[in-house]
């Protein structure tokens, strides 16, 4: 798009009249810039959200740079000391060359001496508050059963690829034989012996444990992962795994364990009983990959390198690594994000878009509230409750309210791998540290600078960093049909999500509780239904006749028909009654659905689609443009679609949820 915002907010001469609106209105806006545009040696995917996380980037680096680090072994005292300080331990490449893989090299010895399974879970323990994943996926989130309270999450983990469906479908074969091949090669560059007897070890050990997973559909039922536990039934679903010694050796707050939600019991079961004397070396194996893994890209460029060929390359497609100091930005933004983010909001959030989007919110609260009061397929009970709980929604703009603390923090201008365990330490003792204190709800799980946004359904807010109010989502210069049709159906999204599938299974406060009528959720469950079976039809470019899974993604796709609905008709609302005026030849419909279109710009490569279909709950973003449109009947009016046009569908076949 130019950088003079025309006052439609859409770049016309961009439109491709060689496709028709008709037939598929993501090409039509989008095909010009697909047709021209070579995706980026370094991205497996590109488009309108990498080019603003682009420019976020190179506005923290100038962040970054803007204090003289210390030097080496010198005390990083202030938060622009550390943050230079972490910047300069990864930007040294000739030091991290010369180190090569010394920095993890007592920790491995430490593991393949290990004598007996419970040294290895003492050993394990230790190594996960550095850091170093465990046997599990561990966080803290305050309690769907009791959302006054924090409590730990204990969930599946203890595999190296995307997911476990990579070590049994078919489509995954050749990548199962370049991961075993790749652990080969980074223990040999780790320098370790027998490299690929233990890469063949580690491999098929994790191979079990992801045997015994639950697949993605499963895992994102929030019912079924909502298992309250002591630690002492936990004990009893995994009686190989001593908790209270895990505890002790991990350093952990005993009370911060007392109960907990064990999100997938039969995951944890499956990998506990693996914990036996006969499995030691493949699990020395194991731990010793995943010391490697962790590590990589702190490590020479030779072994970061080797790792982003298969991370990167195989998995994704990208050729190239981003550019070291990309990789820099984005070490410093996971250790200490809050402490850039407050400076990026000083000179880069423009308080007019705050106070813009807080009426864009408003607009979209009350289209929710005037749609909800008119379903007609919902009970007077249950609309009660949903406009209750809309009522209840927090909307969080721009940025915290109050910054992260990072003085406990030490950091080390020369010594990069010890920065990356002090961050791990730090995070992992705040976080259980929450447990028995009360809620922060000013708390953000997003940094100010980056390009997205999210609905937290126990905290029942909707969030939208300062970087993603800018164009293609947000224009305070343009006319509002665009700023309707692109951020209000992010807005609209992230509201969406707290009727979702998942989200509606949530009340007003977070809790977790069943505030539907039985047939309220049935007729609720047919609409869900029905768009579950448009997306399992559909087949992306790329994907060689791989369709997306419409259980995965329903959550989104939920999201997505409900944003764009309800941003219409938030549009229309801020209209008052009058008609639209026509800017650039284009009528205020078209604008809303162009600027929708717009925002959804995106070209990958074929493995990426592939990784993406098997792993991500969002669909396709050509489906996300028009699939949606297919189910709306302003965009067909819009248009005038007939049948015959591709993007036409039958109005008995249309959903309509929210």
């Known amino acids: 798009m130019s950088n003079v915002a025309p006052a439609s907010g859409i770049d016309i001469a961009e439109l491709d009249p060689s496709i028709r609106p008709q037939d598929d209105l993501f090409r039509h806006v989008n095909g010009k810039w697909i047709e021209r545009t070579e995706i980026p040696a370094d991205k497996a995917r590109y488009g309108s959200f990498a080019v603003l996380a682009e420019n976020a980037e190179e506005a923290v680096r100038n962040i970054i740079t803007g204090t003289e680090a210390p030097a080496a072994g010198a005390p990083a005292e202030t938060e622009a000391d550390k943050v230079a300080a972490l910047y300069a331990s990864f930007m040294d490449t000739a030091r991290v060359d010369e180190l090569g893989a010394q920095p993890i090299a007592a920790e491995i010895e430490r593991t393949l001496a290990v004598a007996s399974t419970s040294e290895l879970i003492a050993h394990v323990a230790r190594l996960e508050r550095r850091g170093i994943g465990g046997f599990f996926g561990m966080f803290v989130d305050n309690d769907p059963g009791d959302p006054a309270r924090y409590i730990v999450f204990v969930m599946q983990g203890g595999i190296g690829l995307p997911d476990e469906s990579y070590y049994r479908e078919e489509q995954s074969a050749e990548i199962r034989e370049q991961y075993r091949a790749h652990i080969a090669r980074m223990l040999g560059l780790a320098g370790v012996d027998d490299a690929d007897r233990l890469a063949g070890l580690a491999y098929e050990l994790e191979r079990r444990i992801a045997a015994t997973h639950w697949d993605k559909v499963a895992s994102r039922d929030i019912q079924k992962l909502y298992n309250l536990r002591t630690l002492a039934e936990l004990g009893e679903i995994t ?26 019991p039969e995951a944890l079961a499956g990998l506990a009983e693996l914990l036996v004397d006969e499995e030691l070396e493949a699990w020395r194996a194991w731990a010793v990959w995943g010391i490697v893994r962790s590590s990589a890209a702190l ?45 990026y909001v000083e000179r880069h959030f423009d308080e007019d878009a705050k106070a813009a989007m807080d009426g864009l919110v408003e607009h979209l609260i009350e289209a929710y509230r005037d749609s909800i009061e008119r379903l007609e397929w919902m009970g007077a009970d249950t609309r009660t409750r949903a406009l209750e709980k809309l009522d209840r929604f927090t909307p969080k703009i721009g940025y915290p309210v109050k910054w992260r603390d990072y003085s406990t923090l030490t950091v080390d201008s020369g010594d990069l791998v010890g920065n990356s365990r002090a961050v791990a330490e730090v995070e992992f003792q705040r976080e259980l540290g929450k447990v028995g204190k009360p809620i922060d709800r000013d708390e953000w799980f997003m940094t100010p600078q980056t390009v997205n946004a999210y609905y937290n359904p126990g905290f029942n807010e909707i969030v939208f960093p300062a970087a993603i109010l800018q164009p293609p989502f947000f224009d305070k210069r343009v006319d509002g049909a665009a700023n309707f049709g692109a951020i209000g159906a992010v807005i609209g999204h992230e509201i969406g999500h707290g009727f979702d599938d998942q989200g509606s299974r949530y009340d007003g406060d977070g809790k977790l509780t069943d505030w539907w009528t039985e047939s309220d959720r049935a007729a609720f469950e047919e609409r869900t239904s029905a768009l579950i079976g448009q997306y399992n039809a559909l087949s992306p470019e790329g994907a060689d006749g791989q369709t997306v899974n419409g259980e995965l993604t329903i959550g989104e796709n939920i999201g997505d028909l409900s944003g764009l609905e309800i941003a219409w008709k938030a549009y229309l609302r801020s209209l008052e009654g009058a008609e639209p005026p026509v800017i650039d030849g284009l009528t205020g419909a078209e604008r809303f659905f162009l600027s929708w279109a717009q925002a959804w710009q995106q070209k990958s490569r074929p493995e990426e689609t592939v990784r993406l279909l098997t792993i991500d709950p969002h669909s396709p973003n050509e489906f996300r443009c028009n699939q949606i449109l297919r189910n709306l009947a302003p965009f067909h009016e819009a248009y005038a679609t007939k049948p015959g046009d591709a993007l036409w569908l039958d109005p008995e076949e249309r959903v309509s949820i929210w």
């Open 239 to 264: 009686p190989q795994l001593d908790w209270n010694a895990y505890l002790s050796e991990m350093g952990a707050p005993e009370a911060a364990f007392a109960e907990v939600v064990a999100a997938q």
């Open 299 to 343: 490590l020479s460029q030779e072994i970061s390198r080797a790792n982003f060929d298969f991370y990167g390359t195989a998995l994704t497609g990208a050729p190239e690594q981003r550019e070291r100091w990309r990789r820099g930005v984005s070490f410093v933004e996971g250790a200490m994000g809050e402490a850039v983010g407050r400076i």
